[in-house]
T-cell receptor, first 113, second 111 residues
Framework: DVKVTQSSRYLVKRTGEKVFLECVQDMDHENMFWYRQDPGLGLRLIYFSYDVKMKEKGDIPEGYSVSREKKERFSLILESASTNQTSMYLC????????????FGSGTRLTVV | GENVEQHPSTLSVQEGDSAVIKCTYSDSASNYFPWYKQELGKGPQLIIDIRSNVGEKKDQRIAVTLNKTAKHFSLHITETQPEDSAVYFCAASTGGFKTIFGAGTRLFVKA
């Protein structure tokens, strides 16, 4: 069963901490994405990557960075966590350029206190 | 900017009834329209998709329709069952890397 695995299901961090969210996919997909999910706002794209070491900003990149050192792994970094970054974070991967559906991970619910 | 509007935000139906969720997109270049189902505690899962050269697609109890002129697309679930209860997201893509998602519809199927 192919999957996207997010390392943590729940995280609680303090304001100002540096936070790492990890995502691994086993489908050899070229594209990986980080979304943020908030009630009433749907899914908003933070960053995506179409190849190793390549990254592009999404719609809400402020306060975030990403790293893709290996094809199967895509990390989201909160440089200095703030309370407005409390949210559900979803990682996804895909083979095509927006003409193939995404495979999502189960999500990481991050609370910043 | 590009936008996908999704209605209703909440839908409650009796088991066995049909459910319809509607979406409108703004970018006329959109050509791929996936639908995702998100169950409690899980990530969204692709359940059906439609491309711009097709007007309708069916897969067992679910179907999607697309009206490119009106920039509308809809998800139809027939003979609903309690396990259909979930949040459903529509999305639109122009074929690039950015897929725009609707805000979601929470579907309740009452037994």
């Amino acid at each position: 069963d192919v999957k996207v695995t997010q390392s943590s299901r729940y995280l609680v961090k303090r304001t100002g901490e540096k936070v790492f969210l990890e995502c691994v996919q086993d489908m050899d997909h070229e594209n990986m994405f980080w979304y943020r999910q908030d009630p009433g706002l749907g899914l908003r794209l933070i960053y995506f990557s179409y190849d190793v070491k390549m990254k592009e900003k999404g719609d809400i990149p402020e306060g975030y960075s990403v790293s893709r050192e290996k094809k199967e792994r895509f990390s989201l970094i909160l440089e200095s966590a703030s309370t407005n970054q409390t949210s559900m974070y979803l990682c996804a991967s895909s083979r095509g350029q927006g003409r193939d559906g995404y495979t999502f991970g189960s999500g990481t619910r991050l609370t910043v206190v | 900017g590009e936008n996908v509007e999704q209605h209703p935000s909440t839908l409650s139906v009796q088991e066995g009834d049909s459910a319809v969720i509607k979406c409108t997109y703004s970018d006329s270049a959109s050509n791929y329209f996936p639908w995702y189902k998100q169950e409690l505690g899980k990530g969204p899962q692709l359940i059906i998709d439609i491309r711009s050269n097709v007007g309708e697609k069916k897969d067992q109890r679910i179907a999607v329709t697309l009206n490119k002129t009106a920039k509308h697309f809809s998800l139809h679930i027939t003979e609903t069952q309690p396990e259909d209860s979930a949040v459903y997201f529509c999305a639109a893509s122009t074929g690039g890397f950015k897929t725009i998602f609707g805000a979601g519809t929470r579907l309740f199927v009452k037994a």
